[in-house]
C-alpha cells in the first residue's frame, strides 16, 4: 500500500529552507501531497504574497520531491483532505509544533526542523529594508565602493 504524505504551505519567495522541508517531508512515504495556499487564502489571512498562486503552484510541482499539488483554500479543508487521498503522514515545519495535532486521529502529524538562518518573512523583511533607502544613500555607497575600488585596484 502507498504511504501518502501531505503538507501545506504558502511557499512564496521559494527558497533552500522549502527545498530542504519537501526533500526530508518525502522521505516520510511514497508519494508527496503539497498543498498550496491561494491568493485569496492568504489575504484572508492577512498576508500578502509576492508570487501568484499560479507561479507558486507550478514551482512546487516541478520539484522532484512532489508528486501533487493542490490548492489551499481554507484551514478547515485538511480533514477532509486527509480522508480524500488517504493521507498517512501530515507534516510541517516545526514553527507549526502543536497547532495540527487535531488530525492525530486521523493520520499521524509530524513536525520536522527548519533550515536555520532562512525564511520567507526575514527575506520580505530584509527586501524591505532594502526598498526603503533612499536613491540618494544608495548613490553615495556606490560612491564610496567604486572610491575602495580605486584605492586597492
Known sequence: MTKVVITY??????HIGHLNLLRRISMLGDR????????????GKG????IPFEQRAEIVRNIRHVDEVIP????EQKVDDVKRYKVSVFAMGD????????????CEVVYLPRTEGISTTELKRSLS?????SREDI???????????????
Open 95 to 106: 514553527d507549526w509544533a502543536g497547532k495540527f495535532d487535531f488530525l492525530s486521529p486521523h
Open 32 to 43: 508527496l501531497i503539497v498543498a498550496v495556499s491561494t491568493d485569496e487564502f492568504n489575504a
Open 139 to 153: 548613490i553615495r555607497a556606490f560612491d564610496v565602493i567604486e572610491q575602495l575600488r580605486k584605492d586597492f585596484g
Open 72 to 75: 489551499e483554500v481554507s484551514w
Open 9 to 14: 504551505g504558502t511557499f512564496d519567495m521559494f
Open 47 to 50: 498576508k500578502r504574497t509576492l
Open 129 to 133: 529594508r532594502f526598498c526603503s533607502v
